[in-house]
């Protein structure tokens, strides 16, 4: 099948569908350091050892369906690399003690041995059958345990301990079965330069990378993995990089960066599978992340991803350095891919931001305004009726129009009641225009990145000084319109790491965030700094009682529901998650109506429960397959579960994760 098919990817999931997939083969041990010079290399086998131990330990690993992997397939291999750097790896099985240090100096962070190439077509073999479990409807979805890791490696070159790029393989393999969009989340603390170079042009493929940067002195040292860096060519704006100046990074830095870029793009995107290179090298001892994320992060980030494309994620094992951190971070990614209740909730999670982390974000979402609606539009919900930005957003695959029904075609209804025709296009108001002022100065940027020669230098220095003299014209109008938007909303402020709370001028952090689009260190950038003066920002706690939105924020749940009491819930037997939503036969993303039982599409697909609610009134409530979340249309809000919901979330969650949650808050 040709990769470019339209096919349309749909996979039933029902109770009896095995739960997880678990691929892992004792050949993935065989590639070790064998030489006196390559002691101390931290890419060992006790890193996946480790893993399977602690799995077997917990008995997570008897609730997977096993697999022993196998070798990637030549062909699979070639849809990815070059046939010269396959060869290359396999002439690694003859290599000598001599021509290996030769080889390694020769290349970027790599070491060498006889089982190289043995290792890493088992640990691609391992990656893509995890990856077609879930594509062909076996599992709900997947972890591949494997090394060498592989983010880093290119078509034609190997680069930081990896040979074989396993994910990007694996995506490939995807695609070719039908798969039309497919969404690739990076957390190693190292930037997937790598799989980035492999997609960088690719509009099917979301790549999202969160990672230390350190202004390109972090590894691997490339200017490509600033914000800036959108994509290339029809990929533009399917690149994302969410890259931190500073070591040190906590829970909540992540937390955040999720809320504020990861599912408001993601979920907009609307995938359908989601491969995730999870390295957990940003864990808390890790010898090279120099970070603190804890076990929990990675749970919390594994369930919030399974609310997107009907839960097919897919975890394949990246970096990772002290074999007890990844031990136990992927452990419990693996219960939150088994549906376990959290380890622990992230509202206890009360430490602040570290200092760079609201610009980092910021930065990477003024960089993709221009091509997402669910930024362009900062947090409103945008519709037909309340329009995001004055001038027409790039249409994207992924961005897709709802598809009307022959009975809709006469009078189109706005996702908030009442009809388009005749409707004058509302004014822009003063957040409109400051969104579109601000969208103007990242295209007048070079987004494609950095410049890397003489004449692409003064191209970027005459772009320098086209974007500095527009943040000054545009600062003033833009601080009171940022301070409106609901990012910027009074809430319990965030600290800064020293403890005190961030001031209230707003114009420091749009200069400085807007400044710093050009290269570190302009000067011609540095014109358009305003004093230091700093926005008091905020973020709600994503604890397990919220959902993330369309608006790209996390919304606190509405208590105490009035409409909840009048439901008399019939819960269908049997519940089947797979269900075609009953106006267009779509798959994915359905919710069922509370009171009728009749099961839709959601907002990101063709809106018909919406649609639904709008031809019944009095149907408020309705629940999401996907997430579990409760929205009741007459609140307008998202809502908590409580004792006349609990029965359908307890049968929609033990469908999907074989266990019930009474009594137990949202995740």
Not at 452 to 468: K, P, R
Request: contains cysteine.
């Amino acid at each position: 099948m040709d990769e470019r098919s339209n096919t349309r990817f749909r996979v039933k999931q029902e109770s009896t569908v095995s739960r997880t997939f678990l691929a892992y083969d004792p050949a993935l041990l065989k590639h070790k350091p064998w030489l006196p010079h390559q002691r101390g290399e931290p890419e060992v086998p006790t890193r996946v050892e480790n893993v399977m131990r602690r799995l077997n330990r917990a008995r997570l690993d008897t609730r997977c369906r096993r697999s022993s992997g196998r070798d990637a397939k030549g062909e699979e291999i070639l849809q990815v690399h070059t046939p010269r750097h396959l060869q290359w790896v396999k002439d690694l099985r003859n290599i000598t003690a001599d021509t290996a240090k030769v080889l390694e100096e020769a290349h970027d962070s790599i070491y060498v041995s006889k089982d190289t190439y043995t290792s890493s077509v088992r640990a691609a073999g391992c990656a893509i059958d995890a990856t077609m479990s879930v594509v062909s409807g076996e599992c709900s979805n997947a972890v591949a345990v494997v090394r060498p890791p592989g983010h880093h490696a290119f078509a034609d070159a190997p680069s930081g301990f990896c040979f074989l790029n396993n994910v990007a393989i694996a995506t490939k393999q995807a695609k070719l079965a039908g798969v039309s969009r497919i969404l690739i989340v990076d957390w190693d603390v190292h930037h997937g330069n790598g799989t980035q170079s492999l997609f960088v042009d690719d509009p099917n493929v979301l790549f999202i990378s969160l990672h230390r940067y350190d202004n390109a002195e972090f590894y691997p040292h490339s200017d490509k993995a600033h914000p800036r860096m959108v994509g290339e060519g029809n990929g533009v704006g399917f690149n994302v990089n969410v890259a931190w100046n500073s070591a040190k990074l906590q829970d909540k830095d992540y937390q955040y960066a999720f809320q504020q870029v990861v599912l408001p793009i993601a979920k907009e995107f609307n995938p359908e599978l989601i491969l995730v290179s999870a390295g957990f090298d940003a864990a808390e001892k890790d010898p090279l992340g120099n970070c603190c994320l804890q076990p929990r992060i990675f749970f919390h980030m594994t369930r919030w991803l399974q609310g997107l494309a009907n839960g097919k994620v897919v975890l394949v094992l990246e970096g990772g350095y002290n074999v007890d951190s990844v031990a136990n971070c992927m452990v419990a990614c693996v219960q939150a891919l088994l549906g376990d209740a959290p380890p622990s909730s992230l509202a206890k999670c009360k430490g602040a931001l570290t200092a760079g982390t609201i610009e980092s974000v910021a930065l990477t979402r003024m960089c993709h305004k221009p091509y997402w609606r669910t930024l362009a539009s900062d947090g409103k919900l945008a519709s037909s009726a309340q329009p995001a930005v004055t001038e027409t957003l790039p249409k994207r695959i992924g961005i897709c129009e709802p598809a009307k029904d022959s009975k809709e075609e006469e009078e189109e209804i706005s996702m908030e009641g009442g009809t388009n025709k005749g409707k004058k296009e509302e004014e822009p108001g003063a957040e409109d225009q400051a969104v579109v002022a601000l969208s103007r100065v990242a295209a007048a940027m070079d987004l494609a990145g950095p410049a890397s020669d003489t004449a692409a230098t003064a191209d970027a220095t005459a772009a320098d000084a086209t974007a500095a003299d527009a943040i000054t014209d545009v600062v003033a109008a833009t601080t009171a319109s940022l301070t409106a938007c609901p990012a910027f909303a009074d809430s319990t402020p965030i600290a800064t790491t020293t403890g005190t709370a961030i001031s209230t001028d707003a114009s420091s952090l749009v200069s400085d965030m807007l400044g710093k689009m050009s290269l570190e260190g302009s000067a011609t950038a540095s014109k358009a700094y305003t004093a230091k003066k700093q926005v008091t920002l905020t973020v709600e706690d994503c604890t397990d009682g919220v959902h993330p939105t369309a608006q790209g924020f996390v919304v606190v749940l509405k208590k105490d529901c009035p409409h909840t009491a009048a439901l008399s819930l019939t819960v269908p037997e049997p519940l089947n998650l797979g269900q075609a939503c009953e106006r267009c036969d779509e798959t994915y993303e359905n919710w069922i109506c509370l009171t009728c039982n009749a099961i839709a599409c959601g907002r990101g697909v063709n809106q018909h429960m919406v649609r639904h609610n709008q031809r019944n009134s009095n149907h408020h409530l309705v629940l999401s397959f996907a997430d579990l979340s409760l929205w009741c249309y007459a609140c307008d809000s998202y809502i908590e579960w409580d004792k006349h919901t609990q029965d359908m979330v307890d049968a929609v969650h033990l469908a999907r994760h074989g266990v019930a949650v009474k009594g137990a808050s949202a995740m």
